[in-house]
């Protein structure tokens, strides 16, 4: 299946700080690409749908100017948490839409680990 | 609303021992039904893509089949290696977003 791989892995900052996680898709272009979060024990929650080239499209409930989102090309896609606090600690995931044979799919990241301290 | 119900929450088996895990669903204008497989700490990998009922796919001990209604996902002589976190999620026609159920947790005892 297809690849997409996500940077860093894991992170710890401090309260105020900015962080930014970076998503990529590395054998096929995306032009739309997804951003979840999850916390533990519960399933992925969509924060946003990245389109290339174009604002990003945010879910009811998530603050856009808190989450900057980018997809600068259609390989990569950027989260960016800014001033983040501990309650933005989370698991985040992002994911590529794309096709395996004649299945359309996403593809997910390993995702990133956000601590918050 | 849309929405995406799996049962059990988890379910544990015996090496060998086949099971099915359920996902129910109330998405309108349903376009696909999407299986995935989580491990601890890690991103979902995709399983199985079904759009229609009566659709079946299979991959290795795993089969995917859906109805009107709900999908299935049948597990045959598991190993300890399938223990994992199943997700099933569903697409409206129309919008690529998925609508993920809250997954149902697998433990294969050898």
């Known amino acids: 299946g297809a690849v997409v791989s996500q940077h860093p892995s894991r992170v710890i900052c401090k309260s105020g700080t900015s962080v930014k996680i970076e998503c990529r898709s590395l054998?096929?272009?995306?032009?739309?690409m997804f951003w979840y979060r999850q916390f533990p024990k519960q399933s992925l929650m969509l924060m946003a749908t990245?389109?290339?080239?174009?604002?990003?499209?945010?879910e009811q409930g998530v603050e856009k100017d808190k989450f900057l989102i980018n997809h600068a090309s259609l390989t990569l896609s950027t989260l960016t948490v800014t001033s983040a606090h501990p309650e933005d600690s989370s698991f985040y995931i992002c994911?590529?839409?794309?096709?395996?044979?004649?299945?359309?799919?996403?593809?997910f990241g390993p995702g990133t680990r956000l601590l918050v301290l | 609303e849309d929405q995406v119900t799996q049962s059990p929450e988890a379910l544990r088996l015996q090496e060998g021992e086949s099971s099915s895990l359920n996902c129910s669903y109330t998405v309108s204008g349903l376009r696909g039904l999407f299986w995935y497989r989580q491990d601890p700490g890690k991103g979902p990998e995709f399983l199985f893509t079904l759009y229609s009922a009566g659709e079946e796919k299979e991959k290795e001990r795993l089969k995917a089949t859906l109805t009107k209604k709900e999908s299935f996902l049948h597990i045959t002589a598991p190993k300890p290696e399938d223990s994992a976190t199943y997700l099933c999620a569903g697409t409206q026609g129309g919008s690529e977003k998925l609508v993920f159920g809250k997954g149902t947790k697998l433990t294969v005892n050898p």
């Open positions: 990245s389109n290339e080239g174009s604002k990003a499209t945010y």
């Open positions: 054998d096929f272009q995306a032009t739309t």
């Open positions: 994911s590529a839409a794309g096709t395996s044979g004649r299945q359309e799919t996403q593809y």
